[in-house]
């Protein structure tokens, strides 16, 4: 089961910041927090991730508060193309490419 | 550079019938795993190669296997196919045997069981 929760769904304005929030109450010390999102028939793309800091790239920036049970991604000036399912993800690295993906978040970005 | 190349893009077979999908990953990747994602979910993980052997395994029957060829391709073989193995089936690939930080994914195959 996935080890984290989010909303279903959220709506976003056209060039507003999008604040997609998840919770992982559960996780463990070297467990990451990552990001995926996944654009209408295409595969997951990796959006960013982090351990304990924040994080910021050229798609987005991961806020995670300091006891690392909740997260969330901001996309800084959101854009119709940005309209994708968003998935949280808690990884530890020695489970390799075993991602465990809840139902994600779908976030509508409208005109 | 081309990223993670799956084939087909669509497949249709009927119940019983056996289906082999097929990945190319990502130019310097050497690691592969296979996910199922049903219709309104999250992808499922299903397996991973590394060294041409199996290393991680997901919850799913022995129907499903896979092989890896020497030049990291892989192939995804289910047999005796279910109707509830319609799904859309994705490929992921990475380097360092796995354990890098981002993993890449394909656009998948759409299989549909009849």
């Known amino acids: 089961d996935a080890k984290t929760t989010q909303p279903p769904s959220m709506d976003c304005a056209e060039g507003r910041a999008a604040n997609l929030p998840c919770n992982h109450s559960?996780?463990?010390?070297?467990?990451?927090v990552y990001w995926y999102r996944q654009i209408h028939s295409q595969g997951p793309q990796y959006i960013i991730h982090?351990?304990?800091n924040n994080e910021t790239n050229e798609m987005a920036s991961l806020i995670i508060t300091e006891d690392r049970k909740s997260s969330t991604l901001i996309l800084p000036h959101a854009t119709l193309r940005d309209t994708a399912v968003y998935y949280c993800i808690v990884r530890l690295m020695e489970y390799g490419n075993k991602l465990v993906f809840g139902a994600g978040t779908i976030l509508r970005v409208k005109s | 550079d081309a990223g993670v190349t799956q084939s087909p893009t669509h497949l249709i077979k009927t119940r019983g019938q056996q289906v082999t999908l097929r990945c190319s990953p990502k130019s310097g990747h050497d690691t592969v795993s296979w996910y199922q994602q049903a219709l309104g979910q999250g992808p499922q993980f299903i397996f991973q190669y590394y060294e041409e052997e199996e290393r991680q395994r997901g919850n799913f029957p022995d129907r499903f296997s896979g092989h890896q060829f020497p030049n990291y391709s892989s192939e995804l073989n289910v047999n005796a196919l279910l109707l509830g193995d319609s799904a859309l089936y994705l490929c992921a690939s990475s380097p360092t045997g796995g354990y890098d930080e981002k993993l890449f994914f394909g656009s998948g195959t759409q299989l549909s069981v009849l």
């Open positions: 982090g351990l304990k």
């Open positions: 559960t996780i463990s010390g070297n467990e990451y």
